[in-house]
């Protein structure tokens, strides 16, 4: 259920000058033991300024110490806490990276000066991690910004995939309250050239000999959890989101669950634990060739099916973002680039093909999740072809 929010956003810019007109639904996505809830919110400040401001509300269990505020929520009765970006509460170092002349400062202290620099959010996930890119006249870098908690291992995963020569960005500098500084790997996001991949099935191999190199990665952690470990939650939540597909959703989850009680004795391996096309970077001119891996947080130790089967069911949710832009080409691309990359692993995989469907149709179920959540009719719609999309993985 989302919170009562006239009631609960304008509680992020109290005793600021700044007045709620109106907000929307962004985004909702799990936090811990309940939901993270953004917005986007119109404000306008005491001089007239008007300004759209991401705004989130967190159901799970409030933490105190933070630096956002607890309100009441009156539409549950439940505390809830609520900020307005880049104020997050888990990543402090955030809005340190979000005005130029703090930076500036920031990377002199670091030893890495940089003179007038730009800054473009390239990536932000409430709690968990931002990027932001630097363009200055000395170079291109990108500030991450983690909880404070997160840093070192980061910065040890990273030296553990350059040992083995894949193609990460070398951590330049890290801090303690949870920035890291990124130097910038080489090429464009494949995801711009995948009429040009799906054209050359160098671009697939060159995706399955990265997985072959970050095999042998010294790791110690696990995998960061993915949408077949969370199975039950992502079941609940889009059983009560999607009401109209319940009976289908529970009998493609009992599926998965049945199919899953039979793997027994699988080997795990490393892996890279968030694969899809906007983490690799690809040559321009040579478009099949792979220069760039990022986001390597969630690696470690999981089922070696785990990359294989996000790499797929991103593929199947950009295909239908394309078909919805007319981008039809686009889509089709998209989708001969998911059978081939599961077919592909699976046909490397013999012994281990079966794990692959279940493990494809849970991510495109909590695909379908995060955009019932919506509450739109798009959003419902998009998710109900999604549920679609995982019937026929499991058949196939």
């Known amino acids: 259920m ?7 956003l304008p509680r992020a810019f109290e005793g600021t000058g700044v007045t709620v007109v109106s907000f929307r639904p962004h985004s909702v996505e799990p936090s811990g033991g309940g939901f993270l809830y953004g917005y986007e919110v119109d404000t306008i400040d005491a001089e007239g300024v008007a300004a759209t401001v991401l705004t989130f509300v967190d159901t799970d269990v409030v933490r105190p110490e933070t630096a956002s505020v607890v309100t009441t929520d009156p539409a549950s009765g439940r505390p809830v ?9 888990l990543l402090p170092a955030l809005a340190g ?11 002199a202290e670091l030893g890495l000066p940089v003179t007038a ?3 473009t959010v390239a990536a932000y996930r409430p709690g968990k991690r931002a990027v932001v890119r630097l363009d200055a006249a000395e170079t291109t870098l990108f500030l991450k910004v983690v909880r404070p908690d997160r840093v070192g291992p980061i910065a040890a995963v990273h030296r553990a995939f350059l040992d083995e020569g894949l193609p990460v960005p070398a951590v330049l500098a890290a801090r303690a309250d949870g920035l890291l500084v990124l130097e910038r790997v080489p090429g464009v996001p494949a995801g711009r050239r995948v009429v040009d991949l799906a ?23 696990p995998a960061t959890s993915d949408a077949l470990d969370q199975a039950a939650w992502h079941r609940a939540t889009l059983l009560s989101s999607l009401p109209e597909r319940a009976a289908d959703v529970a009998a493609l989850y009992d599926v998965i669950d049945a199919r899953r009680a039979t793997w027994t004795g699988d080997p795990l391996t490393v892996v890279h634990g968030d694969l899809h096309l906007e983490q690799l970077f690809v040559h321009p001119a040579e478009p099949w060739r792979v220069t760039g891996l990022l986001d390597i947080d969630t690696a470690g130790w999981g089922h070696p099916s785990r990359d294989a089967a996000g790499l ?5 949710v950009t295909a239908q973002w394309h078909r919805g832009n007319g981008d039809e080409a686009e889509a089709r691309a998209c989708e001969l680039l998911a059978d081939r990359v599961g077919r ?9 093909a079966d794990r692959l469907p279940p493990a494809v149709a849970s991510q495109l179920l909590a695909h379908a999740g995060g955009q ?8 419902r719609r998009k998710a109900s072809q999604l549920v679609d999309a995982a019937a026929g993985a499991l058949r196939d």
Do not use: I, K
């Open 372 to 379: 019932a959540t919506l509450r739109t009719d798009q959003g």
């Open 344 to 352: 592909g692993w699976q046909g490397r995989h013999p012994d281990l």
């Open 81 to 89: 806490s609520v900020w307005a970006y880049p104020h997050d509460p």
């Open 2 to 8: 989302w919170p009562d929010s006239a009631a609960v």
């Open 97 to 107: 990276v979000t005005y130029p002349d703090r930076v500036e400062r920031s990377l």
């Open 199 to 221: 054209a050359d099935d160098r671009f697939v191999e060159a995706v399955a000999e990265l997985g072959e190199r970050t095999r042998h990665v010294h790791a110690v952690q």
């Open 117 to 119: 620099p730009a800054l």
């Open 312 to 316: 797929v069911a991103h593929l199947v």
